[in-house]
């Protein structure tokens, strides 16, 4: 089974600064990633996916993120946040012959002016 | 926009109550989902159809009994339902369940509280 750590419950950042949220997988067979971000009252919004090929993909509203298989990690970056980046992130694995997510417990982005 | 749509977005209900959730999606998706999302929290799977076929079902107390009328169609019928059972309803679609590199594409969910 997969299984996904987020280990920031929280980061705050301040406008214009950069981001890491960071998200470490456990598994025994290749999977897929995903970073999902929900803001308040509405559902999850895909930000970008890892399926194969380069390990560095670029997802919407300027976000990346890189996967590292050596440290089975994920972590989503962003080189100058905005106000309106504050939101839920959510990091979620599946694996290749079954469409079910597991997800990460969450990071709360807190961009201040 | 979101292509998943859910109805209603609010919904407030007494304990002895019948009501049902509805999602719908015209992206021609096989697979279609619902979580439960209590605050602060990751959602939690419920039950998957493939192929308008119940393939997962997470020991979901029978309270909640899902149905997907066609392909694009799925309803969450509720009955008598407890206060724990308050939270954010969210349905979602993918290609089909056999493929683990398709996105889940989800609804803006129902707020459901229990009175």
């Known amino acids: 089974a997969q299984s996904v750590t987020q280990l920031d419950s929280q980061v705050p950042v301040f406008e214009e600064a950069p981001v890491e949220l960071r998200c470490n997988y456990s598994s025994s067979v290749s999977v897929y990633l995903f970073w999902y971000v929900q803001y308040p009252n509405q559902g999850l919004q895909l930000l970008l996916k890892?399926?194969?090929?380069?390990?560095l993909v670029k997802g919407i509203n300027g976000f990346e993120a890189e996967f590292n298989k050596s440290q089975t990690s994920f972590h989503l970056r962003k080189p100058s946040v905005h106000i309106s980046d504050t939101a839920e992130y959510f990091c979620a694995v599946s694996d290749r012959n079954f469409n079910k997510f597991y997800f990460g417990s969450g990071t709360k982005l807190n961009v201040k002016p | 926009d979101t292509e998943v749509t859910q109805t209603p977005k609010h919904l407030v209900m007494g304990m002895t109550n019948k009501k049902s959730l509805k999602c719908e999606q015209h992206m021609g998706h096989r697979a279609m989902y619902w979580y439960k999302q209590k605050a602060k929290k990751p959602p939690e799977l419920m039950f998957v159809?493939?192929?308008?076929?119940?393939?997962i079902n997470e020991s979901v107390p029978s309270r909640f009994s899902p149905e997907c009328p066609n392909s694009s169609l799925l309803n969450l019928h509720l009955h008598a339902l407890q206060p724990e059972d308050s939270a954010l309803y969210l349905c979602?679609?993918?290609?089909?369940?056999?493929?683990?590199?398709?996105?889940?594409?989800f609804g803006d969910g129902t707020r459901l509280s229990i009175l």
């Open positions: 159809y493939s192929y308008e076929k119940l393939s």
């Open positions: 979602a679609s993918s290609q089909d369940l056999d493929r683990g590199n398709q996105p889940q594409h």
């Open positions: 890892y399926l194969s090929g380069s390990t």
